[in-house]
């Protein structure tokens, strides 16, 4: 069985997913796969120089954040030009990764549910001023910085809407109870 955890940034899946890992599920993390695999595969990182410039990559290899990120926000078309690059090979990654879990913060976003099949979707949900807060003090951005990013997902109502399960993350919700809901009914 393939389960996906999602949701906005600022969320709170990182959160849940480590919840998960402390009672020994693997879960598959979409960010930290992407970030890899754009540090290691020559084909990726062959693909991201050809669309953005060489400026893509520091001198020492490593991808460089700034550039990418600005790239990406600069246009819709750009967005989608990267994940063209980068999801497919995430995906593959996945596939070959033995986990049956996976976290994608743009798992509809990025047709990443259409890549590859799962099962079950879970939604982790938080009201907005939370996830301006956590990223605010994760990122060390502005409040304006962290709604531009959320402004560039999803809209959280319509992830929960297309999800099977929704984690409410807001703080007070107690996230282990739901976890055990979720998995009693996926283990029924």
Not at 34 to 54: F, W
Not at 132 to 153: H, L, P, Y
Not at 158 to 183: L, P, T
Request: charged share 30%.
């Amino acid at each position: 069985m393939k389960i996906a955890i999602t949701g906005g940034i600022g969320s709170g899946k990182s959160y849940v997913c480590d919840a998960l890992r402390r009672r020994g599920i693997k879960v598959y993390d979409c960010d930290s796969a992407a970030k890899r695999l754009m540090k290691s595969s020559p084909a990726l990182i062959h693909d991201l120089k050809q669309l953005i410039g060489d400026d893509a990559y520091n001198e020492d290899g490593r991808p460089c954040q700034r550039v990418i990120a600005k790239f990406l926000l600069e246009s819709e078309a750009n967005k989608q030009a990267i994940n063209d690059i980068v999801h497919p090979a995430v995906a593959r990654d996945f596939e070959q990764s033995g986990c049956d879990w996976l976290e994608s913060a743009i798992l509809f976003d990025a047709d990443f549910d259409k890549r590859t099949h799962f099962d079950y979707v879970v939604c982790v949900s938080a009201p907005l001023n939370v996830r301006i807060e956590r990223i605010m003090k994760r990122d060390n951005i502005a409040d304006s910085e962290a709604r531009e990013w959320i402004k560039k997902q999803m809209p959280q109502e319509e992830v929960a809407q297309r999800s099977d399960f929704v984690i409410e993350n807001d703080g007070k919700a107690n996230i282990e109870q739901q976890i055990n809901k979720i998995i009693s009914k996926l283990t029924d």
